[in-house]
């Protein structure tokens, strides 16, 4: 049997870095949401006490450096199961895009063994195991709209943001999110104003939202890279309403209110990005 699990991608709405921890981390503040831009994961029964991985891009690794084996091991070795499994990722979310493709594989993986498995662990216990595979994990597990605190891990869910639409344009880049906070300088950032964003989508009022996403790594990408500043000018004047670059980059976020507006700005960032796309905010949890 066959078990199909969908790993839907994140974008952020306000990323802050509130301070450098002891342990190396940072403290962020991060408002994510989820769209329905996805990978499809796979997973069927092995003989044996193994697991096996394969995605369908040549940048994600086909061994245990890839985050859904180490979900699936996470999984196996904290219930010392002895079952085997066999992982097939049909990649759709660009690598190292700030999207959370590898997070979200890893957490579709936690979801569905619990189901595979007949594990019935509840989310909350999925998303304990996914925080020591990533920062990110624990947030796609659920797949909602959340506040994320902490080193990310922290999650508290809250309504789906007043936004239909958003179209991502990706330069052909790819950003190590360990570069981009090893260079923040924490000093005198750009800070978002999280309360007004939490506020905005409280009220459900999409221009108040669109007034206030921000991302503080956006310092340090746009200086790295200047093509994603120039994407995210492109953006603004193609009349997205919100524009911010999703977690640490390198893909620029346009907010809108109509799909025909979505269309009609994919169509214009076309020659300027290799990679653009027009996705629908799901921002609410499908993955019970
Ligand atoms: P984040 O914003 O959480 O840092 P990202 O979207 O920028 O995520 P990913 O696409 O998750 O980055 O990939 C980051 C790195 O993880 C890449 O170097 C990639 O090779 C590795 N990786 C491991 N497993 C996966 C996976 N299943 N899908 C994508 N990348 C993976």
Redesign the pocket.
């Known amino acids: 049997m066959v078990f199909f699990e969908s790993a839907p991608?994140?974008i952020t709405l306000s990323v802050d870095v509130l301070g450098k921890r002891d342990d190396g981390y940072h403290d962020v503040e991060m408002v994510m949401t989820t769209v329905d831009l996805a990978?499809r994961v796979a997973l069927s029964s092995l003989n044996g006490d193994r697991i096996d991985v394969s995605?369908d891009?040549q940048?994600?690794?086909n061994d245990e450096?890839?985050?859904?084996?180490k979900a699936a091991l996470a999984l196996k070795n904290k219930y010392h199961l002895t079952r085997g499994v066999r992982i097939d990722?049909e990649?759709n979310?660009?690598?190292?895009?700030?999207?959370?493709?590898?997070?979200?594989?890893?957490a579709a993986v936690l979801r569905g063994l619990n189901k595979l498995w007949k594990l019935n662990l509840s989310l909350e216990e999925l998303a304990e195991i996914g925080a020591g595979i990533?920062?990110?994990v624990p947030f796609c597990v659920y797949g909602s709209t959340a506040l994320a605190k902490g080193r990310g891990e922290i999650i508290e869910e809250i309504p789906p943001p007043p936004v239909k639409w958003a179209i991502l344009a990706k330069p052909n880049i790819?950003?190590?999110?360990r570069v981009v906070f090893n260079q923040l300088e924490i000093e005198n950032l750009p800070h978002p104003n999280t309360t007004k964003i939490l506020d905005a989508i409280a009220e459900q009022d999409f221009y108040k939202l669109c007034n206030h996403v921000g991302n503080v790594l956006e310092t340090v990408t746009t200086s790295l890279f200047p093509n994603v500043q120039r994407i995210k000018e492109k953006m603004t004047q193609a009349g997205a309403n919100g524009v911010l670059m999703?977690?640490?980059g390198p893909t620029i976020v346009g907010l809108v209110e109509h799909q025909y507006k979505a269309i009609r700005i994919y169509n214009g960032l076309r020659g300027f990005c290799d990679e653009v796309y027009v996705v629908r905010v799901i921002g609410h949890s499908n993955t019970c």
């Open positions: 991608a994140k990978d995605a891009n940048y994600v690794p450096r890839n985050l859904a084996f990722i990649k979310i660009p690598v190292s895009a700030g999207l959370g493709g590898g997070s979200s594989d890893a990533g920062s990110d790819g950003v190590s999110t999703s977690g640490s």
